[in-house]
């Protein structure tokens, strides 16, 4: 589990895909990220379709790709 310290807050339109290890996030402003399930706090809080979320990932893994 990670912690909040550890963590970039992004916020999310949509939830566009699921799979087993990682999730399609559409990002305010209309980008789309594969994100690994590894580098997201709470990734079974999430499911394909969700809307209007803010999902906290691992900063390191934020940071490698722009977003931190």
Do not use: F, I, N, Q
């Amino acid at each position: 589990r990670l912690t909040m310290p550890g963590c970039v807050h992004l916020d999310v339109d949509l939830v566009v895909r699921e799979t087993d290890k990682a999730l399609l996030l559409r990002l305010e402003g209309g980008e789309e990220v594969w994100v690994p399930k590894s580098a997201v706090a709470d990734a079974g809080d999430y499911a394909e379709g969700d809307a209007d979320a803010t999902v906290s990932v691992a900063a390191w893994w934020a940071e490698r790709e722009g977003l931190g």
